[in-house]
């Protein structure tokens, strides 16, 4: 069994992968007083509560975006494991077959993103995530990672509005029927989600304009499948690119 950790600005998901198949995601907040033993306990916890099996994983990776947990984190899996974790860094991302922009700026969750485009398809592939961040990531055939581009993602975008107006509330992520809203909540999600449905159509259309209409576009994270009118725009929708991409990193490119 392999665990796969996706430590993101917003949750970090873990992924037990055995025998072909995800067998158990969990997801917790992210900004939490982690130490060692709280995530080493929190870990053996869930496990027990899952009871999905006596073996625990043999293997492990962790991809993370929040440095600032990210130690804790590791050496709690490691403890409860006892085995050490392929840490996703530049270092690592030389065994891989892409070409990555930026090593030392990029985030680890979009190269893992790049490595599952690349392996699944062998072809241009332009990554939309629906994370914490909005990004765009295209991946051309011969695994070149060709640019990112990055947009607060629809949850940040809400809770801006939110957190700098004295009378708008915080509402749900839910995609209205209409342009144009009839009250508050309505009005912020339509304002809100239809916007983020021409955005991502404008930047699929500028994409494809300039590398051609035969690209592929996958779209992934937690939000994905929210802004339904986009989904013809989509030859894959699967929340767990980044676990996938982490997984055939492990499998296939380390030791």
């Not at 485009?117 to 765009?136: K, N, S």
Request: charge should be negative.
């Amino acid at each position: 069994m392999l665990l796969v950790v996706d430590i993101g600005n917003t949750d970090i998901v873990f992924g037990f992968y055995t025998e072909g198949e995800w067998k158990l995601i969990l997801r917790t907040p992210t900004h939490q007083p982690w130490t060692t033993l709280r995530m080493e306990n929190w870990i053996r916890q869930e496990w027990l509560e899952k009871n999905i099996g006596s073996l625990k994983p043999q293997k492990l990776i962790i991809s993370s975006v929040v440095p600032s947990v990210s130690y804790h984190v590791q050496k709690g899996l490691e403890n409860w494991l006892s085995v050490s974790a392929d840490i996703m860094s530049p270092k690592l991302y030389q065994k891989f077959p892409i070409d990555i922009i930026s090593p030392d700026e990029i985030g680890s969750d979009l190269v893992a993103n790049a490595v599952y485009a690349h392996y699944a398809y062998q072809a241009d592939v332009l990554i939309v995530d629906f994370g914490t961040a909005l990004t765009f990531t295209l991946v051309n055939a011969q695994g070149k990672m060709e640019g990112v581009s990055i947009a607060p993602g629809l949850k940040t975008a809400v809770k801006s509005l939110f957190s700098q107006t004295a009378q708008l509330p915080e509402v749900p992520l839910e995609m209205p029927h209409s342009a144009l809203g009839f009250d508050t909540v309505s009005a912020i999600q339509s304002g809100i989600l239809w916007g983020y449905v021409g955005m991502v159509k404008e930047m699929i259309h500028r994409v494809k304009a300039e590398k051609g209409q035969h690209v592929k576009v996958l779209a992934t994270g937690g939000l994905s499948s929210i802004l339904t009118p986009l989904e013809s725009y989509f030859d894959e929708v699967n929340k767990l690119i980044t676990l996938d991409g982490l997984r055939l990193i492990s499998e296939n490119y380390l030791d």
